[in-house]
């Protein structure tokens, strides 16, 4: 599959580059898309909720009352979950959301991710650009030359070839950025356009092959 490669300046070259069919143009897998996704979503969560149990709290274990005459309920401690102040009753704890999937599922899952935005042609190739030092309004410029401006983009770029163009990214809302061994399926889906470098290209291939 061949692509139109565009300059910084939104304009297309005279060049176009050949795509992996496998990897941009296979038929997609939904199943394998919803558990990478899930995989994703789970692993971000931290798990440090938590509530205190009676045996947590500060206080006394003596016991409050004697055991009958009162005309109540027999009662503790004043830690007592029955008591205002003491603990709580199978609340929280902190848990670990952790998940894990085969590697060849998460491979799938990011080449149907990758097929689906090539089908809503959703996926624009950039030639290779630096940035001498980090340049927030050149960076917002090109995002306005491929008409990106007002849309959720993720641009995937080589981190060794420049890292001021992360610096120049990171505070501009809807504009997220990422090297291609960090490219998910989450990431893919969760933005409408997706902005590939020739460099970057390359290294998804490898990746995902």
Do not use: W
């Not at 070839?161 to 990214?169: D, R, T, V, W, Y």
């Amino acid at each position: 599959m061949k692509i139109d490669i565009y300059n910084i300046s939104g304009e297309k070259t005279n060049r176009t580059i050949e795509l992996n069919d496998e990897i941009f143009s296979i038929q997609p897998n939904d199943h394998a898309i919803y558990l990478d996704v899930k995989r994703i979503l789970a692993n971000r969560r931290q798990g440090t909720n938590a509530t205190k149990t009676r045996s947590d709290i500060s206080g006394s274990t003596r016991k409050l009352f004697r055991q009958k005459g009162t005309g109540g309920a027999r009662r503790g401690d004043i830690k007592s979950p029955l008591l205002r102040g003491g603990g709580t009753v199978f609340g929280p704890e902190p848990r670990d959301y952790t998940m894990k999937i085969n590697k060849k599922v998460k491979q799938l899952a990011r080449k149907s991710a990758l097929t689906y935005k090539m089908i809503e042609n959703k996926i624009v190739i950039v030639e290779d650009f630096k940035f001498e030092e980090p340049r927030t309004r050149e960076y917002i410029q090109i995002l306005k030359n491929l008409k990106l401006e007002n849309k959720k983009n993720l641009f995937v770029t080589n981190h060794e070839e420049n890292s001021n163009i992360f610096l120049s990214a990171r505070n501009i809302p809807k504009a997220f950025i990422c090297t291609p061994e960090k490219l998910n399926t989450y990431d893919i889906l969760n933005n409408e356009t997706i902005v590939l470098t020739e460099s970057s290209i390359e290294i998804i291939s490898k990746i995902l092959n």
